[in-house]
């Protein structure tokens, strides 16, 4: 079997029809669809049973409420494909070539298959594509450590978990699995992937359709993102530190986490907690990530935090989020400063 689709269910009875749809009417036919039932308290287990009965394809998985990295594990758990997919149940596929594009790239087996995403504003109907393509990238595939570093400087590098296709095997023998009970969850994972895959190929396509809507994890900032991106951030620097890697891997790395760190200060800035002032400490305690920062804006970040500081540069940030929402998207607060920068 060439594929295993992982899709966690969970409170989604609004989208999940079209979500299951999008993979089931892909051309290309072999491959299982993983539900995992996470104890969604909607009508979305009857009818992943629903589309289980009609289709031998399906396999549905029911357990109590663990959360999305709990569910995605479950599902990785028992996927047989060569290579792993995963896709949010509130997402889906744009045409029925999708899969099809995706063996094509398998051709050479890389370890990873990236390729892109757009958005669809859910209460506008309006979608967004950032236009970026991977032909602008001159590294060789098979070289990781060139390639990621070109990838993160062009602004074309994105932790999410469902912007790739995955070999199923470098997952299960490197025992890659997501942190339950994380926000920011995607970080970890995708770190110890830049650790362990020796070989790349990506499909130049923005076939999946990334919804954005009211209240996603994603839109709703709260102490608890706060927490977990610290906690992420400490965890993937130790992780860093006491991993014998190569030096090209571990700038790369580093790299990365500059990235985060930045997405860090915005959650920080756009929280309106006043405990999160016991957390400014340890923030600023890995302000020297900033240093490995080499896109756009993550140096800007930089640029800000050397003239201004730690409270200055996050109060700008938050004015520029605020204004940028205000402008595009009609008054929301909560616009990514990383919206062009392909942040999860």
């Not at 919804?211 to 839109?219: D, F, L, V, W």
């Amino acid at each position: 079997m060439q594929f295993s689709i992982i899709i966690p269910v969970y409170n989604v009875e609004p989208y999940i029809c079209q979500c299951v749809d999008s993979i089931l009417n892909q051309s290309f036919l072999d491959f299982e669809l993983i539900l995992v039932d996470d104890g969604s308290p909607d009508l979305c287990p009857a009818i992943c049973d629903q589309y289980a009965e009609k289709d031998s394809r399906v396999i549905v998985v029911h357990q109590r409420n663990g959360g999305l990295s709990d569910a995605r594990n479950a599902g990785l758990k028992i996927a047989n494909g060569k290579y792993v997919v995963f896709i949010d149940a509130d997402d889906f596929w744009d045409g029925d070539e999708c899969l099809s594009s995706i063996y094509a790239a398998s051709e050479n087996e890389p370890d990873v298959i990236l390729f892109w995403p757009k958005k669809l504003f859910n209460e506008s109907g309006i979608f967004s594509c950032d236009g970026k393509s991977f032909q602008c990238i001159n590294a060789p595939w098979d070289c990781p450590g060139e390639l990621l570093l070109q990838l993160i400087q062009h602004e074309l590098f994105r932790c999410s978990a469902w912007a790739r296709s995955v070999k199923r095997s470098l997952l299960i023998d490197n025992e890659i699995y997501f942190m339950k009970g994380l926000l920011s969850e995607d970080i970890p994972w995708y770190m110890q992937i830049i650790l362990h895959a020796k070989r790349y190929a990506y499909v130049d396509q923005d076939f999946y359709v990334y919804r954005q809507r009211e209240g996603s994890i994603t839109k709703s900032f709260a102490l608890k993102n706060l927490c977990d991106f610290i906690y992420v951030i400490r965890n993937c620097v130790e992780r860093v530190q006491r991993q014998e890697i190569l030096h090209d891997l571990k700038i790369v790395s580093l790299s990365y986490l500059a990235k985060e760190y930045s997405q860090l200060l915005l959650v920080y800035a756009q929280i309106n907690d006043s405990n999160k002032s016991k957390y400014k400490k340890e923030i600023i305690s890995y302000d020297w990530l900033l240093k490995y920062a080499i896109s756009k804006r993550p140096k800007l970040v930089r640029f800000a935090y050397k003239h201004l500081g730690f409270e200055a540069t996050t109060m700008v940030m938050r004015l520029f989020c605020f204004l940028k929402g205000k402008k595009r998207f009609g008054g929301s607060p909560t616009a990514s400063f990383f919206d062009n920068q392909g942040m999860a």
